[in-house]
């Protein structure tokens, strides 16, 4: 049987464009001779719709979509991923479905068994669980389906105290009892930076377990925060990877299946997680301003490393010609923070305008002398000067329709090193999920072959320029150190007490973890942080806000 | 058998707290003879603990402290909600449990069956649900204990084309089956102005129809935006409620229980919305600040219906000593804003400073002057100003530690009317979940005993002031027809189509449901808002950013 593996890009509730999409992958696959084309995981409406699927036309309307790319597969049959309703009188009301299409109407619908449920999936609140467990018969093969978590019933609980597999079913066993000649796996699994190994290993686990071809399709694309990277694969009954469709972008493979094909052995990618989070990057920023209708970007340019890279990506997803900088020095900002920045708009071709915020600053503490009297300068005084540059953002934002991009980076917005209302505003963070030593990173990487961030940006000690000679390393630890600690804290939920016992310094450990803790209220009013790892702020991470964390 | 009902407010990882105020009323408890004491649901670690339940510390410590609390239970019993371990090797690692406390020890642990996971409710994300039901022994008495949701299995699913019943499973037929004299529910069941009745209704109709008396203990207290009323109660096996505990504080009640008492009949309350919707907010104030250690305030006074409501509330809840306001007039102010605001600070005795923003206006203005050239005044203009008392405000805040309360209400929330990093700041929004219509009726509820709300405040046609001879009807439809279109698009989840068809003007719908569509961006970053109605903006309501709402 011939198979297409179709990865798209699809925008949430554009049913007309998503369908136009399919049907046109539909329509070539069958000149192509294909026999069955398989879509990802809720292609019909993109994933994840959210609370949208509460709405009954949103609903309506996926399901007639559905119906009507019915109309196109005679001929050729296709697996497409979309809601449906649960016609039961009891559970939730829909299933996240699997819908096989051929001669020219609707032959099955699958339901996906395991929904997840923690980081950034919510799918029990959606969906009713499948309990009936059925194969397909098409052109004399015997097709299980199954869709993304159904394959991951290994799957260990989140926290680090795990002793557990988190779900008591497995969806392929159930089916391998059907002897199904093949399966085929309907994904929208997101991409981190490690999680490509972790995909490929529980399918490649999985199919030798069963001797069973796997097909998997992913989602390719970005939905407000969260990446899909795509690398929709097909694993052979050994376990070995035969095909590969490439990460980050919309592709389509046509494959022949059967029993035994062993084409080549598949490995783990040796691929640089710089590199990854690059490219996801990248398609996060891209499709961020595509689906909403967006093409311009402004940014602070600082001359500091954050907003460099900010830049740098910006240019790279969307033109240098749609990234303006501001540059927005105080009485505080050294000489180099304006060449180091001029500099890089210089690399990258793009338009500045250099806005100086004194004569700002001086009126607002003129305004202020009467309530403050003669109080001394703190922290206030830092944040004003944080807030007029968000204003002044913020003011060319809306004359000109440029997204504000946020330039903060995960180390950053993990201990509160940031300015509400000022440097923590924006449309979209790029850098949040990114941890300050990996921005260094990813300097080095976007200088592979020329200069594009200044050498003097990467080598200079890291500052707010917020008063006189300040620098980051006055007041929290040495970044190679922090980040290590906030790496065990947020990604591996590790106690405090057990990351000093690892044998960081006490003192360090206690500080970032009340900093982290304290500053959750903060955290909250961020703009969406584009994901690349396996717990980034926001949706995946809900802590309480007024809760007290001293025993943590 | 002599119960106590005791209904407490919890304050989230906050161990010691919580043990004491248990431990204290186990004491006080055993002194009047009661045996049984009943606290509500995750009363140990305080509800929602959210995602502290991933840290391996935080259950550790929840477990240690009902350990503790087994210590006191000598002579008397307890039954008390925490989490507990799955012993199991699979599924996740923990169960929301009610453990029965006597002779000093842990003497059993039962646990949730239908774990809510729909609105503000995440709680499939952490536990496992039970399937072995039992009765507890206890001085002659067999008792059945479910939790909260444990009762809702007739509950409709959320969605205004809810054909279904969420639940396929009724704990409470399980255990009927068990013939047990009386059932406990512990509950944390937030507040929402109608939410009292819907829960009497539930609780006396299961009691009715199981011809089982239910003692049913809910938390009170805030934490964050969620709002706890408590309202505990017993029901006797007719349905009829025989005892009620007050609304919105800690309480607690001795009661004896058997199979037959009927004491009272009980009734719907008739209790005014807006006096709901008032103690709750009150509660919500004084929680987020108690809480989270904090006393002070301070908010924007415009001379407008929304400042003036939220000053009236932080007064009431945190004293007048402890509220300042700040009068912000630009050079777009009527002098009824002053002179409003004046009077309002007089009524409620707070401390006041004005500070006029026109020469930061024009010093930004002149600032932009080379970079906007001769570009017309539009929105930019406007948000400029909003952000300039955006930056003022939180100045203060920063320099006196008074905490600024956000002011925005429900209706422009929705629509979007209001300044990112401008009029949206705050650490805590106390109407935004109040639509313009209710915040008219909290200020003459506010007024029934004198003038604290100045009637001129009430009476003139609302107005953001931005320009000259603004008002709000200019862009918005009035708020009479604006909240109710929003109230059925939003709390009722109905489509356009349905909602014109019931009779509202096409244009103005289109109109309303494109701007709430539109602006999910700008309620991304909103500060936490306290939650009074069965939808509130925020974690209750998640919907994609970057999404095509075309079709809704």
């Known amino acids: ?67 009507g790319i019915a109309e196109y597969c005679n001929g050729i049959a296709a697996v497409i991923g979309g809601p449906s309703l649960n016609p039961h009188s009891q559970g939730k009301q829909l299933y996240n479905s699997a819908w096989f299409l051929a001669d020219g109407k609707v032959k099955e619908v699958i339901h996906k068994t395991l929904l997840p449920n923690y980081d950034i999936f ?4 959606y969906f009713q669980p499948n309990e009936d467990f059925k194969v397909i018969n098409f052109k004399g ?13 290994d799957q260990p609980v989140e926290a680090d105290f795990a002793r557990n597999k988190l779900y008591t079913l497995s969806p392929m066993q159930k089916l ?40 998997y399709v992913n989602q390719v694309g970005a939905n407000t925060e969260l990446i899909f990277d795509g690398g929709s694969m ?14 980050f972008e919309e592709a389509f493979l046509d494959l022949e299946v059967n029993r035994v094909n062993v084409v080549s052995s598949g490995q783990l990618s040796e691929t640089d997680p710089i590199k990854l989070i690059h490219d996801g990057l990248i398609l996060g920023i891209k499709d961020y301003f ?35 900088g501001l540059l927005l020095p105080s009485q505080y900002s050294t000489g180099h923070s304006i060449t180091d920045a001029q500099q890089l708009a210089r690399n990258l071709g793009i338009k500045t305008y250099t806005i100086a915020i004194k004569d700002i600053y001086r009126s607002i503490e003129e305004t202020l002398k009467p309530v403050f009297e003669d109080r001394k300068p703190d922290v206030t005084e830092e944040n004003i000067q944080a807030r007029i540059r968000g204003l002044l953002l913020m003011a060319y934002s809306n004359k000109f329709g440029h997204i504000l991009l946020n330039t903060s980076n995960k180390s950053e917005a993990a201990v509160g090193y940031g300015t509400l209302y000022g440097d923590m505003n924006g449309g979209l963070s790029v850098l949040g999920d990114v941890y300050k030593t990996d921005v260094f990173k990813l300097a080095r990487y976007l200088n592979k072959d020329r200069e594009v961030i200044p050498e003097n940006t990467i080598i200079k000690p890291p500052s707010a320029e917020l008063r006189p000679d300040q620098k980051d390393s006055d007041s929290l630890p040495d970044y190679e150190i922090l980040d290590k600690v906030l790496f065990r804290y947020i990604e591996l939920n590790r106690s405090p007490k057990s990351i000093i016992d690892e044998g960081f310094p006490e003192e360090v450990v206690r500080k970032t973890v009340r900093l982290v803790n304290f500053n959750e209220y903060k955290r909250f009013q961020t703009p969406p942080i584009l994901r690349v790892s396996g717990k980034a702020f926001g949706v995946g991470r809900r802590m309480p806000l007024v809760a007290r964390y001293e025993r943590l």
Chains 1, 2 share one sequence.
């Open 176 to 215: 391998a009892a059907l002897k199904p000649d093949f399966m085929i796996n309907i994904a929208a699994s997101p991409f981190s930076y490690h999680q490509e190994n972790v995909r490929k290993q529980v399918v490649c686990n999985k199919a030798a377990e069963y001797h069973l071809p796997v097909a």
């Open 234 to 247: 097909m694993v052979n009954s050994e376990g070995n990877i035969t095909h590969k469709l490439p990460a």
């Open 1 to 67: 049987m011939k198979l297409a593996l179709v990865q798209l890009n699809y925008h949430i509730g554009n049913f007309e464009e998503n369908k136009k999409k399919i049907t046109d992958q539909i329509k070539q696959a069958k000149e192509r001779g294909v026999d069955l084309v398989v879509f990802s995981e809720l292609a019909i409406c993109g994933y994840p719709p959210l609370d949208l699927l509460n709405r009954q036309e949103f609903v309506e309307a996926s399901v007639e979509a559905i119906e």
């Open 122 to 125: 919510d799918e029990y609140r």
């Open 290 to 324: 595509r689906k909403s209708g967006l093409k311009k970007a402004v940014l602070g340019l600082s001359g500091g490393i954050d907003s460099a890279v900010t830049a740098a990506l910006a240019v790279e997803a969307l033109g240098a010609e749609n990234v303006h």
């Open 141 to 153: 093969a015997r097709i299980a389906i199954t869709i993304c978590e159904d394959l991951w019933d």
